[in-house]
């Protein structure tokens, strides 16, 4: 059975964005045939642990070249606080002649690229504006949301203005940066969202529960079950500026939004 690491998959899909996109448009396509077979996801979850998730993904694809196999994708969001991605993946795929495994693929970049692709084609069917939307807003500063924007691109090259945002705000400025290094030129600006001043508006939905895992401190639970850090659901320190408004920030500008 061939055996396929991080590395070696990132070599493969580097740069190849454009095949990616054939690829994900070729799938989309064939399920629109009736051509795939996509059963339930199953969800594996932890009585003592609900912020953290394993799902299982099976699916066949048919066209010249048939496939079946299964994504296996773990999600501990946990993992960002210690500085290590919150999936990982392995996705194996099974031959149609004999039904027996021929390829196991570390899974975790497939999945970005993949979700990505889907954001970018599903943007690019949008109807434009006459060529005038050069802007895109991005809510949520992680791992997806920066394949997003590469895709994205890839099919809308007149973007030139960025914004982004995230809870944490020191991660949204971590990840302006690496956009500015890594995508922008052309004149491209990527820019930090600000946030209101408070006392503006009504309160978040589920304020006062732990950002992590959606749950109010309780005396016989300090710490965050996600996270394993405690509760961070004390007032924060004032912010000003402007809210983020990704449906007003600029004529022209379109949101994609992604929790991570």
């Not at 109010?216 to 710490?223: E, H, S």
């Amino acid at each position: 059975m061939l055996t396929i690491g991080n590395g070696d998959v990132r070599r493969l899909l580097d740069d190849r964005e454009r095949e990616v996109l054939d690829a994900v448009r070729e799938a989309y396509l064939l399920h629109a045939a009736e051509d795939t077979s996509l059963p339930h996801s199953v969800f594996l979850r932890f009585p003592d642990d609900p912020g953290n998730r394993i799902i299982g993904l099976p699916a066949y694809l048919g066209g010249a070249e048939p496939l079946a196999g299964m994504k296996w994708i773990a999600s501990f969001p946990g993992n960002v606080a210690e500085g290590l991605e919150r999936a990982s993946a392995a996705i194996i795929v099974n031959s149609m002649r004999t039904g027996r495994p021929v390829a196991l693929v570390e899974g975790s970049t497939i999945s970005a690229r993949r979700t990505a692709a889907s954001a970018a084609l599903a943007a690019v069917s949008l109807p434009s504006e006459d060529g005038q939307e050069t802007g895109v807003s991005l809510i949520g500063c992680g791992v997806i949301n920066f394949e997003v924007l590469r895709f994205l691109l890839v099919v809308r090259p007149e973007i030139t203005d960025i914004t982004v945002h995230d809870l944490d705000a020191q991660r949204a400025a971590d990840f302006r940066d690496r956009c500015s290094a890594e995508l922008a030129g052309d004149g491209r600006v990527v820019r930090v969202a600000g946030w209101a001043p408070r006392g503006r508006g009504p309160p978040p939905p589920g304020a006062g529960r732990c950002p992590w895992c959606s749950r109010r401190p309780a005396p016989d639970r300090p710490r965050c079950t996600s996270s394993s850090r405690p509760y961070r659901t004390a007032p924060q320190p004032r912010r000003t500026g402007t809210a983020p408004d990704p449906t007003s920030t600029r004529p022209g500008t379109r949101t994609t939004v992604s929790r991570w």
